[in-house]
């Protein structure tokens, strides 16, 4: 979905009937609807979002899966953290959500249930990427090939770095040097055009392959992506710059199926070439240190919803604590505004202390009192019992309290 389209499909969604509260994650691999319902129905949802795209439900049916309560809870905490994802704690996808939840709460759809759920999956994605570093080993190519340079190059933000290609990849890999703040980055293309398109989104310079000698000369790091039909860089030309840079050492490395750089230019001394087939081998291998900290993941967001749960269960009784304040605070008004009119006509301190106090304790315990005599009538005492105890912190002997709930 368009973004216009997705804000109106949320609105759509949540003026359904029973929708108290609704958002829309879409991105380009799911479409997912998170909604607090009134009455825990969410046939009415399914209907809404056919009727939105002109389909039947049972057109859309076998298409999606559903989620209740807790289940759903630790869904969305495992899409946050990236476990739900094609490659494992990929970290786009919580933008995508942040972003989700934005616009679900700037249109009034997304109210204090959803906003606590948000704000609990942005803290467990974050817990699981840093107890568990299940994002610190890249797994794509561009990723793995960035973080070549990091280790490889002693002062990688110093560096001069070519990036030969315009593509998704090249994209890809530019974004990544940008974000690691890797020197100077240049774009090299036969489409100038393309190239300049791309550089100029991340402050990069833009060349045309005809500048490609002088360029591979000047570059500490090489990133090829072309996968043109034959090598775009040839070993005779890595021989001729390392002429021009002397004893400067060189790092090339071929994102490209089929190879970009010719296989000899490794062979160069001062030169290093790392291959797709290379760097694939240590994405593969980040991918297994990846899922090896799933289970460790799993752990961290079954304790998040075990306390997101807690916070529901403590909202539900925050009117009642509201009220049984209100209602201790009224008897303390009316017992104090009585003892001022007592010491106003002259009766003693003390006496009136003490008459204040009594008053008091009778009334806060008159509702509790009345509640232990009815259920004794409806023979549900023990419980009653039990429960009055444990709210009052009530710690007799046990023989007298074996003996009450025996009566």
């Given at each position: 979905?368009?973004s ?8 759509h969604?949540?003026?359904?009937p ?12 799911r ?23 002109g ?31 094609a490659?494992i ?8 959500l942040?972003?989700a939840f ?6 009034g759809?997304?109210g204090?249930l959803?906003?606590?759920l ?12 840093t107890?568990t570093?299940i994002?610190r080993?890249?797994?794509?190519l ?48 036969r489409?100038v055009?393309?190239?300049q398109?791309?550089a ?7 060349i ?30 890595v021989?001729?710059a ?12 071929d ?13 160069i ?21 990846r ?33 049984l ?22 009766i ?8 204040l ?17 009815g ?5 549900t ?8 105890r444990?709210t009052f ?11 009450e709930?025996?009566?």
């Amino acid at each position: 979905m368009a973004s216009a389209d997705r804000l109106r499909a949320l609105q759509h969604l949540h003026s359904l009937p029973g929708v108290a509260e609704c958002m829309v994650l879409n991105t380009c691999n799911r479409t997912e609807i998170y909604a607090v319902l009134e009455d825990g129905d969410s046939a009415s949802l399914l209907s809404g979002l056919a009727e939105w795209f002109g389909l039947s439900v049972s057109a859309l049916h076998p298409y999606f899966y559903q989620y209740q309560g807790t289940d759903s809870v630790k869904h969305l905490f495992r899409v946050a953290s990236g476990l739900d994802s094609a490659v494992i704690g990929e970290t786009q996808i919580l933008g995508q959500l942040k972003r989700a939840f934005s616009q679900a709460r700037e249109s009034g759809c997304a109210g204090p249930l959803l906003s606590r759920l948000n704000e609990h999956a942005w803290g467990m994605a974050k817990r699981v990427r840093t107890d568990t570093g299940i994002g610190r080993c890249p797994v794509s190519l561009a990723g793995t090939a960035v973080s070549q340079i990091t280790q490889l190059m002693d002062c990688h933000a110093n560096v001069s770095t070519l990036v030969i290609g315009a593509g998704e990849n090249a994209e890809l890999v530019v974004r990544h040097l940008a974000s690691r703040h890797v020197g100077q980055v240049t774009v090299a293309n036969r489409d100038v055009e393309r190239a300049q398109t791309l550089a100029a989104r991340f402050g990069a310079t833009a060349i045309g392959l005809g500048e490609l000698p002088n360029a591979v000369a000047g570059a500490d790091i090489i990133i090829s992506t072309t996968g043109a039909p034959a090598p775009v860089l040839s070993a005779g030309m890595v021989r001729g710059a390392r002429y021009r840079r002397g004893d400067k050492p060189q790092l090339l490395l071929d994102l490209a199926v089929p190879a970009d750089i010719e296989t000899a230019a490794g062979d160069i001394p001062g030169v290093e070439l790392r291959s797709a087939d290379d760097l694939g081998r240590l994405a593969r291998a980040n991918m297994r240190s990846r899922k090896s900290a799933v289970h460790q993941a799993e752990s961290i967001l079954d304790h998040g919803v075990q306390s997101y749960e807690r916070w529901l269960r403590t909202r539900s009784v925050v009117p009642t604590i509201r009220k049984l304040r209100e209602n201790a605070d009224a008897h303390r008004r009316v017992a104090l505004g009585r003892a001022q009119r007592q010491l106003a006509r002259g009766i003693p301190a003390e006496e009136v202390l003490d008459s204040l106090s009594r008053h008091l304790t009778n009334r806060l315990l008159h509702a509790p009192m009345d509640a232990l005599h009815g259920a004794a009538a409806r023979q549900t005492q023990q419980t009653a019992i039990l429960s009055i105890r444990q709210t009052f912190g009530l710690e007799d002997d046990a023989d007298n309290k074996n003996s009450e709930l025996n009566d």
